[in-house]
């Protein structure tokens, strides 16, 4: 009889020990098994930009362009210099092309006339000026070149219509020293952009792109539109601007070269009847020249029909647009050298630039 207690007591002791072994497994074993691990975490937000908005929003004014007294189009444009007389708004030369008169709103609701001092087509850029004691605020001009991808961004401006000037965007910046093809009445041409993901839509044009210490470091202007992209915005880079600004304020017309030929893309030859030409397949990219202005400065540098351009000064070229592009980053005067491919074979040729756009040869 006492071992059958003794036994039924063991039992019930190794049942005891089974059971409390499992519950301290099942609670403790479990959180080593799945690496879980609660802990009381606080997030907090202090992203806020509205003091760097606040540094730039009342400089920044809606821009309308009207015709015979119709108004057919607006933008945005900001105030980046003031003196004793005038303010200085910068915009996009195409939110006040041929306007007969122009408008500024400035962000209080007072409209006020300004006046165009000068434009360019190719950089996309107007200077206007309107009475000092109009101006609200003057923004702060940066330095795009600091920037780096990533980097928080905004813009102000009058997107879609004029019941919502004085939008702000956020956004990052998404690429550098983008170089994007541009169409203005038929000529194509590149443009070295900022491309950002912050919103920018019709009427943001001309507007500034800000960076998160409140300065200026672009000027919105394209905005690539196709119905499979979306969130890519382009940003003209602020020194690009100012580099010419001095010329615009007076209406002095930028001088850049033309070198008087004819040209066609590589990839276009195909479409054009140049079947009978030989191209090494080497060669991927570049242009063909289908013809040499008599007098022009690529006579003078010994340029042929049937040359290729394959190089301006050791750059590859892409196309007509691209060389157009590196050509305008000199100044009339300079010399530059072309590689070229005639015949199959490669050879290099100095160009000087002597003429500029609007001179008759």
Sequence with gaps: MRERIVNVIIILVILVLGVTGTLYFTSNGNDNVTGLVKKNVTITSNDSISESIDKVYDSVVVVENYRSGRLTGYGSGFVYKKDNKYGYILTNNHVVEEATEVKVTLSSGEEIEAEVLGTDAYMDIAVLKIDSDKVLQVAEIGDSTEAEIGDTVFTVGTPVSTDYAGTVTKGIISGENREITVTNNGSSYMMEAIQID???????????????????????????VESSVEGMGFAIPIEVAMSQIDKLEKGETIERPVIGVALYDLDSLPLVGYSDLRIDDSIDSGVVVDSVESGSDAEEAGLQKNDIIIKLDGTEVKNSAHLKYLLYKHNIGDSVKLTIVRNGNEKELTLRLTHKIGDSN
């Design 198 to 224: 912050a919103s920018i839509n019709p009427g943001n044009s001309g507007g500034p792109l800000v960076n998160i210490n409140g300065e200026v470091i672009g000027i919105n202007s394209v905005k690539l």
